[in-house]
């Protein structure tokens, strides 16, 4: 069955901090996808990135930074120098193909941000 | 391009009311999702479309909550008679089509409250 663990509740950090957000994911496919997406106080989820499982290079896009690793199932997300407009819960998903071919997406229950200046 | 429009944003009634909640896609896209978020958790998916059928409603309370999406465009999804416990965020995501590599793309939410 699919599973999405986010250990981490809150983090907080002071500006410029570099913050960690931990991903670990269980599923059964050898095909999978995981995502990431912020949601801001506003309530809206925003899409950061897109990962397959066949591919295992590490991402980075401006001041963010993935670390997928398929020996210990996780799929880490770095924030570097952080910003007070960091500030959000960050939420892991995984979709796969064994439990639904459909694309539905298991999330995990999200990781506070709290970024002061 | 615009995004997924939702309305209304905020919805306060009392318990065994209904309310009904609306959702247009982002333009072209064939799949349309309706998620429920519970206040400090990830969103749990209660219905999903392509076009106009459904093809998970598997988490769907349907003694309760009920979903159209008559035109394959916009949706609606109702809660009669809403419960203190679907006090939550409800969400719209839509996506190119069906499969686990679409990424979904969400709207803003309603936030409803039951008293």
């Known amino acids: 069955a699919q599973k999405v663990t986010q250990a981490q509740t809150e983090i907080s950090v002071v500006e410029k901090e570099d913050v960690t957000l931990d991903c670990v994911y269980e599923?059964?496919?050898?095909?999978?996808?995981l995502f990431w997406y912020k949601q801001p106080p506003s309530g809206e989820l925003v899409f950061l990135i897109r990962?397959?499982?066949?591919?295992?290079q590490n991402e980075i896009s401006g001041r963010y930074s993935w670390n997928f690793q398929k020996s210990t199932s996780s799929f880490n997300f770095t924030i570097t120098a952080s910003q007070v407009v960091d500030s959000a819960v960050y939420f892991c998903?995984?979709?796969?193909?064994?439990?639904?071919?459909?694309?539905?997406?298991?999330f995990g229950a999200g990781t506070q941000v709290v970024v002061t200046p | 391009e615009a995004g997924v429009a939702q309305s209304p944003r905020y919805k306060i009634i009392e318990k065994r009311q209904s309310v009904a909640f609306w959702c247009n896609p982002i333009?072209?896209?064939?799949?349309l999702y309706w998620y429920q978020q519970i206040l400090g958790q990830g969103p749990k998916l209660l219905i999903q479309?392509?076009?106009?059928?459904?093809?998970?409603d598997s988490q769907l309370p349907k003694d309760r909550f009920s979903a159209e999406r008559l035109k394959g465009v916009d949706s609606t999804l109702k809660i009669q008679p809403a419960k203190l416990e679907d006090s939550a965020v409800y969400l719209c995501?839509?996506?190119?089509?069906?499969?686990?590599?679409?990424?979904?793309?969400f709207g803003p939410g309603t936030r409803l409250l039951v008293l």
């Open positions: 995501a839509s996506s190119g089509t069906s499969g686990a590599q679409e990424t979904q793309y």
């Open positions: 599923t059964r496919d050898t095909t999978y996808y």
């Open positions: 990962r397959n499982s066949f591919d295992e």
């Open positions: 998903a995984l979709s796969d193909l064994t439990t639904d071919s459909w694309g539905k997406l298991q």
């Open positions: 333009s072209g896209h064939a799949t």
């Open positions: 479309f392509q076009n106009n059928g459904v093809v998970d």
